[in-house]
Nanobody, 121 residues
Framework: QVQLVESGGGLVQAGDSLRLSCAASGRTFSIDFMDMGWFRQAPGKEREFVAKIRRFGGSTYYADSVKGRFTISRDNAKNTVFLQMNSLKPEDTAVYYC????????????WGQGTQVTVSS
């Protein structure tokens, strides 16, 4: 059973920072060989891509809306992925989900339960 557990969400003011963590676990599950990503879903909107980090080389990709403000990183030894969010805006308010890709060419195979991020103006 694969589990992705997000943490670090909360209520902050515009301009503040938050760091989300995603801890992966499972009997034989390791993020070493997986691309990892973050998505978010705001009320009344569809889930959208936020950021992705490749399994080899660590290349990163970001949605235009967060580029320059958010940073995705990974610690394979701890089976954990992070999302550092700086200069937060009210429009960043959403439930943030961690995701794991067993095939980088496809959609994520595994999802966390989500963590709420609320940014007040």
């Amino acid at each position: 059973q694969v589990q992705l557990v997000e943490s670090g969400g909360g209520l902050v003011q515009a301009g503040d920072s938050l760091r989300l963590s995603c801890a992966a676990s499972g009997r034989t599950f390791s993020i070493d060989f997986m691309d990892m990503g973050w998505f978010r879903q705001a009320p009344g909107k569809e889930r959208e891509f936020v950021a992705k980090i490749r399994r080899f080389g660590g290349s990163t990709y970001y949605a235009d809306s967060v580029k320059g403000r958010f940073t995705i990183s990974r610690d394979n030894a701890k089976n954990t992925v992070f999302l550092q969010m700086n200069s937060l805006k009210p429009e960043d308010t959403a439930v943030y989900y961690c995701a794991a890709y067993t095939n980088p060419a496809n959609s994520p195979n595994y999802w966390g339960q989500g963590t709420q991020v609320t940014v007040s103006s």
